[in-house]
């Protein structure tokens, strides 16, 4: 078994089962090889199994229906300040986080989208400090987007407009 026959795997049982949704349960019932080697061999940074990545390989109406019809409780999360967790990320993509600032490529993208998930993975958790550090990173691609794109640049420091008129 390697990921891209897993992904195979999942993706067939989904098709032929067609279910409203799905979650690491689901897989783990229904693609019991499958989930055994994601589970004993694709890892994220905190040696957990990253769902984030498989999900990410899936075709793109399987990835849609990834946890969709969970019913969403009010779950307490109690906050908490782990520099230590956040720098493991920061310090893994340091040399990648000039994507939030300029992109050279649709890989720079790619690579930015995948640093802001690993950020907001830890703040959804509780990590106040994530939950500050990607709400700076994503300033800057804010900037960005109203500076480079028509649609929004009228948006670009509108205080300034209006003491120029």
């Known amino acids: 078994m390697n990921l891209e026959k897993a992904i195979r795997n999942i993706n067939r049982s989904l098709i032929k089962k067609q279910p409203a949704s799905f979650n690491q349960i689901w897989v783990k019932y229904r693609c019991k090889i499958s989930y055994q080697f994601i589970v004993k061999n694709i890892k994220n940074e905190f040696d957990d199994p990253d769902w984030d990545y498989v999900i990410s390989r899936l075709e793109r109406t399987n990835q849609k229906l990834w946890l969709r019809s969970r019913k ?21 993509y340091s040399d990648k986080l000039y994507t939030f600032l300029a992109r050279q ?3 720079d993208k790619y690579i930015c989208d995948w640093i802001s998930i690993r950020i907001v993975r830890i703040a959804q958790k ?34 300034l407009r209006i003491l120029n008129h």
């Open 126 to 159: 509780g990590n106040l400090l994530a939950k500050d550090k990607i709400v700076v990173l994503l300033r800057y691609l804010i900037d960005q987007w109203i500076e480079y794109d028509r649609s929004l640049f009228s948006w670009k420091c509108p205080s």
């Open 72 to 92: 969403r409780k009010k779950k307490i999360i109690l906050t908490y300040s782990d520099n230590g967790e956040l720098e493991i990320i920061l310090k893994k």
């Open 105 to 107: 490529s649709k890989e």
